[in-house]
C-alpha cells in the first residue's frame, strides 16, 4: 500500500483517490494518495488498512482529504466543489420504518455535515453509492448536487479513527446520460488541474493560519 502524508505547517495530511485516471500530472506534482479502488467497500478496505497501519506507527494524520471526480446534473462541468455533506444513497431500510439513508441502529443522521471548509472554494452536497448515476430520472431521485462512490466510506473510518475530513470534487460527468467509460474520463484531465489548484489553496490556507482545525 503506497501513499505518502504531505506534511504543511506542522499538519499531516492523508489524500485519498479511487482511481488512477483522475490522478493526472498536476497532482502527481504536489500529492501522494492513497489509491482505494472504486466504490464504497474498496474505498472502507483501503481507508481503514491505511488508518490502522499509520495508528501502529503512531502517525495517524491531522485530517484527511478525499478527492476525485464526481457526477451531477446541476453543477458546471469540470468545476471543482468542495462538499459540505455527504450522504449513503445505497442504504434503505424504510420497510422496517427507518429514515431513507439511514443506517439501522447506528447514531447518525441519514445526511452528515461535513464543517471544514476551505476559503475560496464552491460548495456542494454529495451523495455516495455502489451505483454509477446517469440520466435525469437516476438523478431526479437523488437531492444532493453531486454523486460519487467513495467519500462517505472515507468519512466512516475518518470517524472511527476521529480524523477530520475534507471532500473535493471536480464534475466528470452528468449533462448527458452516459452511454461508454469515455464519458467519464473525457474532461479528468481537466479535474486533475482544477482540484490541483484547490490542493494549493488548502496548503496556503494552512500556511497563513487562515486554516485551522
Known sequence: MKFELKRVSGKS????????????????????PLMTGVGPVEAAIAM????????????????????????????????VYQ?????????????LGFEKGRTPFL??????????????????????GGNVISGPDAYG?????????ETFSVLRVCQIYDRPLIGLRGISDGAVELQHISGWTEYLHVIDRKLSY???????ALEDGVFWF
Not at 491505511?50 to 476525485?68: T, Y
Not at 431521485?141 to 462512490?149: G, K, L, S, T
Open 107 to 128: 447514531d447518525l443522521p441519514a445526511t452528515i455535515e461535513l464543517p471544514l471548509r476551505i476559503p475560496g472554494i464552491e460548495e456542494a452536497s454529495l451523495s455516495t
Open 141 to 149: 431521485r437523488i437531492a444532493a448536487e453531486m454523486v460519487d462512490m
Open 48 to 79: 481503514t488498512r491505511a488508518l490502522g497501519q499509520l495508528e501502529a506507527q503512531n502517525d495517524l494524520p491531522d485530517m484527511v482529504v478525499s478527492l476525485g471526480s464526481a457526477g451531477s446534473s446541476k453543477l458546471e462541468q469540470t468545476e
Open 83 to 95: 462538499v459540505t455533506s455527504v450522504s449513503y444513497r445505497d442504504m434503505d431500510a424504510s420497510p
Open 198 to 204: 484547490a490542493v494549493d489553496g488548502l496548503f496556503t
Open 13 to 32: 495530511i492523508l489524500f485519498a483517490m479511487a482511481a488512477e485516471a483522475e490522478y493526472g500530472p498536476f497532482l502527481r506534482s504536489r500529492i501522494d
